[in-house]
């Protein structure tokens, strides 16, 4: 018994303290704005969620043996919302965007 609630103990522990942000959350938040700007223009409505999530790494297409950091930003427009994926080369020094998508969230 006492070893279980060692261990939801730790399992809630992480869950609060979360993990470390990326180093290319900032800009990733930085860029999401202007990716909606890009496709729908200028629109006071725009907002962005301050939240990102680190996703599963991509392989590089050009070499398999090098992979991408997937960061992930929701935004909205008006009643619409965009899920924003921007993908950086893990470097160093610095955060090397290599591609960015957009989609809008909508049941058809």
């Known amino acids: 018994m006492k070893t279980i609630i060692l261990m939801l103990m730790l399992f ?26 890009l496709h729908f223009g200028q629109d006071d409505r725009i907002e962005i969620n301050q939240s990102v999530s680190v996703l599963k790494p991509m392989k590089n297409p050009a070499d398999n043996s090098q992979l991408f950091d997937v960061l992930e930003v929701w935004g909205n427009i008006y009643k619409g919302q965009y899920r924003m994926h921007f993908i950086y080369a893990r470097q160093p020094k610095g955060c090397v965007l290599m591609g960015q998508e957009i989609m809008e969230y909508a049941k058809l």
Not at 20 to 26: D, K, V, Y
């Open 12 to 37: 809630i522990s992480f869950q609060a303290a979360g993990e470390p942000a990326h180093p290319c959350s900032g800009d990733a938040l930085a860029r999401a704005k202007k990716l909606l700007v």
